[in-house]
């Protein structure tokens, strides 16, 4: 059992990224303030300090938990669907409706944030994404053959990312999907269907059309 000072202190650092993330949610990236936080919690700004040595650790923690969780959401989409292209369009599905929920967080993992870079220990965490895409097609063993430079460019990174023995194919084809899939759903949180008269629910039915009429044959 942990003791009350770590209690205490994992209590606050929970608060804390309550708070920020209201902050986010009401002003933005540029709106979230460690003092300001402090202020909330009836703690000085040089106390919050010792919590998160600066706001970049507070807002890597933000996107780590963010990325944790569109991932845990991912995963459950795809559990139990009888085949890639049910699987597919489940997961579709369920980060447009994990994105809509809360744009300001999805803004927070995928939009830009001046003056911050994800630093690297989140990288297992934001690809956590990639391979719950590959997992419906599987990662196959496609080391033979001729491979086009794209596809040469994708299993280097694929394999430099932890994804072992990674079939060229699938893996265009899932950072194809990431890419569709992500581009439509920023469109729609910045409001860019709003007045065209077209429903966007009809663009990603198509969208996922093409790609599972794309999906890589064993």
Do not use: C
């Not at 909330?40 to 010792?50: C, E, N, Q, V």
């Not at 989409?77 to 967080?105: D, F, I, K, Q």
């Not at 599987?138 to 491979?147: C, D, K, N, P």
């Not at 079939?167 to 899932?174: A, G, H, K």
């Amino acid at each position: 059992m942990p003791d009350r000072r770590t209690r205490y202190r994992e209590l606050t650092k929970r608060d804390a990224k309550r708070i920020a993330m209201e902050q986010l949610a009401d002003h933005g990236v540029g709106g979230v303030s460690i003092n300001a936080i402090g202020k909330r919690l009836g703690l000085t700004g040089p106390a919050m300090y010792r919590y998160f040595a600066s706001r970049d650790e507070l807002l890597a923690e933000l996107v780590t938990d963010g990325y944790n969780d569109l991932a845990d959401t991912m995963e459950a989409a795809v559990v139990g669907t009888r085949s890639p292209a049910a699987a597919l369009r489940a997961l579709v599905a369920a980060m447009r409706s994990w994105a809509l929920a809360e744009p300001h967080r999805y803004l927070l993992l995928f939009g830009p944030i001046p003056g911050f870079r994800v630093p690297e220990s989140m990288v297992q965490e934001a690809h956590r994404a990639v391979t719950t895409v590959l997992s419906i097609v599987g990662a196959g063993h496609g080391r033979g053959g001729r491979r086009s430079t794209l596809q040469r460019q994708v299993t280097d990174w694929a394999e430099n990312t932890g994804i072992q023995n990674a079939d060229p194919r699938r893996m265009v084809w899932v950072l194809t999907v990431l890419s569709r899939i992500h581009g439509m759903i920023a469109m729609e949180v910045a409001g860019q269907f709003q007045g065209t008269g077209i429903d966007p629910a009809l663009l990603y039915d198509a969208e996922v059309d093409t790609l599972v009429s794309a999906l890589p044959k064993a």
